[in-house]
Every structure is written in C-alpha cells, then in structure tokens.
C-alpha cells in the first residue's frame, strides 16, 4: 500500500520575489512549509545570488510547470565591465582585467549579435551535465573540460542604464535555458573589455510578473495562516497561451481515466494543444481531435 502524502491536497501558483542568498530550492521547500503542502516545485532556477520573479507550483500546478518553464523570460541586470571571472558574476575569482572601458554607442552596436536564434556556452559553474557529473563539481576541481553550445532565442536585449564608466544595466527577453551569466562574459569579450554579471534581477515569467508576487517575509508572517491562500494563483494562470475548451459532463469522466473525452470546440484546429475545464474547473491537457480531446496530462481536483 503506497504512503499518503503528508500536507494539504492544495493547488496553485505562490509567485515569490526571491531575495539574495538563498537557493530556488530553498524558496521552495519553505513555501511548502508555509502552506502545509504535500507537493511543490518552481518553474525555472535563479542562482542563489538572483533576485526577483520565483513562480512556485504547488500541488497539481505541478503539472503545468513545463509551460512557465518553456515561456519568455524577462530579466533586469547589471554588468561590471572591466573584468572577467572564473563564475562569471561576483561570486568568483578575477581572472582576467581590462582598463578598456566601451561607449554606450559601442554597447548598442555590440548587442545586436546577441538577439533572435543565438548559440550560447553556458558557464563552466552551472548545473549543465558532463559525463553525468555537474558542471559546477568539475570547476571546483579544477578539472578540464568543455560545455558545448547551445541554442538560444532571444526577443530583445537593450542597454537601459549607464550609471558609470564600469557598469551597464541591462533588460533581455529571452527564451528557456539561458544564462545570463554567459550573455555578460560574451558581450565582455566582443567589446574587447571583459565583464561579469554584478546583480540579477527577474522581473516576469511567461503571465506572471512582480506584480503577482510576495516576499519571504510575508511568507514567513503568513506560515500556517488560511491568509495565505488568499495569495495563490489559479493553476490555469500557467495556460494562459492555450485555448481553452469545455468539456461535457461525460466528456470529463472519460478524460479523468486518462481516455480521449467529448469537448465543446469552435474555431480550434485539429492537433492543437489545449486545456480543458468542466465548469470552470481545469480537467486536462491535450491535443484536440475532431470533437475530443486526448489527454496528456489529467488533474485530480
């Protein structure tokens, strides 16, 4: 007989504007916490030193994570100009120093390179796998090895501020999986001045934004309070981008055992991916069929 979860069945989205010095997963597990949750999970890592938008998934959110995961990303950085470090941000060493300095026009020009279809090498302190080993252990063993590039899509990368000669502050719309970290070593490298992030800041994830969001301390105030639940997001919230269709009563029951179920479609073309809702309430996800819909995943609500 399988072990009953502990915690409250819940589900939602709790959008945290995450401090300095404490890790996604770290976020995570005192939401969890807070909210006597038997289940949790964020969609998309910031680096323990980041700040800003942390979407946290709870209970059958869970489920929808891929498409926060999958979406547009929008973040807020400052770049030290000047030098390159072993992290690529200030957490490490200076291995490299330049007193070339690059004017706001020389900024611009060098960015363009760096938007639309772009191929990124991540750092070498990341969690990328080589050889089943993180990429990160490998670094602090100062072992000798290679990350190999990866594609990347970025919507939009401009120079917002120029607060002095040694920094540049930054706003990029990017896709998943970049790093920031690499867009600041590379600019760096094509001005002819290295440079490492500084401060990184979130500021919206596919529909949410900061706006959404509450702060750990909140969290802490609210830990076991109903109070909380009043800050959750709907689990659809995270599919926003797909249609939404009705089921029929029948149509439901028959999508909850996981088999192609009767929904109410207009204007929806055949194989789009889809939600669906009885009542309002989210049911499942998958792709529609000439009047059904089959499921590739199912919520238990």
């Known amino acids: 007989m399988a072990r ?7 589900s939602g989205w709790l959008i945290i504007d995450k401090p300095a010095g404490i890790t996604s997963s770290a976020v995570v597990n005192k939401v969890k916490w807070a909210l006597d ?3 949790a999970g964020h ?7 980041a700040t800003g938008l942390l979407a946290v998934a709870l209970g059958e959110a869970t489920k929808t994570v891929p498409y926060i995961a999958d979406a547009l990303k929008a973040y807020r950085f400052t770049v030290r100009l000047g030098q390159a470090t072993n992290t690529d941000d200030t957490e490490g060493e ?17 960015l363009a390179p760096f938007t639309g279809d772009i191929m990124q090498v991540p750092p070498k302190f990341s969690a990328v796998k080589i050889d089943g080993q993180r990429a990160y252990k490998l670094a602090r063993d100062d072992a000798e090895f290679e990350i190999a590039a ?6 939009e990368l ?4 120029r607060p002095d000669p040694d920094h540049a502050v930054l706003e990029m719309i990017c896709g998943k999986g970049g790093y920031v970290r690499s867009i600041a070593r590379d600019l760096g490298e094509a001005l002819g001045c ?8 979130r500021i919206w994830s596919g529909p949410f934004d900061l706006d959404d969001a509450i702060t750990l301390d909140q969290v802490d105030a609210l830990a076991k309070d109903p109070a909380l639940d009043a800050h959750l997001l709907p689990l659809e919230t995270a599919l926003a981008d797909l249609p939404e269709l009705a089921a029929t009563p029948e149509g439901a029951a028959r999508l909850k055992n996981g088999n192609p179920g009767m929904v109410i479609a207009s204007g929806v073309d055949y194989g789009t991916e889809c939600w669906v809702s009885l009542n309002g309430a989210p049911v499942a996800i998958g792709h529609y069929h000439a009047g059904e819909v089959a499921p590739s995943r199912v919520f238990n609500l």
């Not at 969609?43 to 030193?49: F, I, M, N, S, V």
């Not at 990866?150 to 919507?155: C, I, K, M, T, Y």
């Not at 290295?194 to 800041?201: E, K």
């Open 158 to 161: 401009s120079l917002a501020e």
């Open 37 to 39: 949750a038997n289940k």
């Open 43 to 49: 969609a998309g890592t910031l680096d323990p030193e």
């Open 194 to 201: 290295y440079g490492h992030v500084q401060t990184l800041r």
């Open 150 to 155: 990866r594609p990347l899509f970025v919507e």
């Open 4 to 10: 009953r979860k502990k915690g409250r069945d819940i």
């Open 94 to 110: 200076v291995i490299a120093s330049s007193d070339t300095r690059p004017t706001d026009a020389e900024i611009n020009a060098a």
